[in-house]
């Protein structure tokens, strides 16, 4: 049972390029969520989904783009990157059974020159 | 709107003294509360939740928070520290908009000092 994984671990990106960080749980979690880190505003919900085929915007969604083909995986995609994006990025999943705890990755620390 | 406040950037503490790491919350109805702690370069991981009954809640690493609903606060505690509980603590609340989303204060940073 791994959790919830995610890669890469490290990216480094020039403006305008596009990447797709993975997260994939194996929990069977129907809940999943994207949050970026930056120091001084704790966490931020970029998007979530709520089960195969369903996801939403957060507070901060503009830049990303996400789907979920499949309960494992919730791909966050950056369309054209930019230096505000430059931060850590947690993928989590969470479900009814445990009053929604959130199971977090291990982050991918994101920097865009 | 909903939210969590923690107003200490960092609390500094002795090994072996008392600490506490400070969380008030404003929500409308019953509140669901989190705490999460951050070690550096990892994910966040679950210390302990409320969602109801006794107001002191035990977790884990020997944490504890209590529950004060004429406060609003949700206070995190542990009665000697370790060295090794020096991280980024995170406290949150369940908010009910259809998705059971966590909103997060911005962060304690706890230093305990050997």
């Known amino acids: 049972n791994a959790g919830v994984t995610q890669t890469p671990k490290f990216q480094v990106l020039k403006t305008g390029q596009s990447m797709t960080l993975q997260c994939a749980q194996d929990?069977?979690?129907?809940?999943m969520s994207w949050y970026r880190q930056d120091p001084g505003m704790g966490l931020r919900l970029i998007h979530y989904?709520?089960?195969?085929?369903?996801?939403d915007q957060g507070e901060v969604p503009n830049g990303y783009n996400v789907s979920r083909s499949t309960t494992e995986d919730f791909p966050l995609r950056l369309l054209s990157a930019a230096p505000s994006q430059t931060s850590v990025y947690f993928c989590?999943?969470?479900?009814?059974?445990?009053?929604?705890?959130?199971?977090f990755g291990p982050g991918t620390r994101l920097t865009v020159t | 709107a909903q939210s969590v406040a923690q107003p200490e950037d960092q609390v500094n503490v002795a090994e072996g003294n008392p600490l506490t790491v400070k969380c008030t919350y404003s929500?409308?109805?019953?509140?669901?509360l989190f705490w999460y702690v951050q070690y550096p370069n990892r994910g966040l991981q679950f210390l302990l939740k409320?969602?109801?009954?006794?107001?002191l809640v035990k977790g884990s690493y020997g944490f504890e928070a209590e529950f004060n609903k004429s406060q609003t606060s949700f206070h995190l505690k542990k009665p000697s520290a370790l060295v090794s509980d020096s991280a980024l603590y995170f406290c949150?609340?369940?908010?009910?908009?259809?998705?059971?989303?966590?909103?997060f204060g911005t962060g304690t940073r706890l230093l305990v000092s050997p």
């Open positions: 409320y969602i109801t009954g006794d107001n």
């Open positions: 929990m069977n979690h129907e809940y």
């Open positions: 989904s709520v089960g195969a085929g369903i996801t």
């Open positions: 929500v409308s109805g019953n509140p669901y």
């Open positions: 949150a609340v369940r908010v009910n908009t259809g998705f059971q989303k966590l909103v």
């Open positions: 989590a999943s969470s479900s009814l059974e445990s009053s929604y705890e959130q199971y």
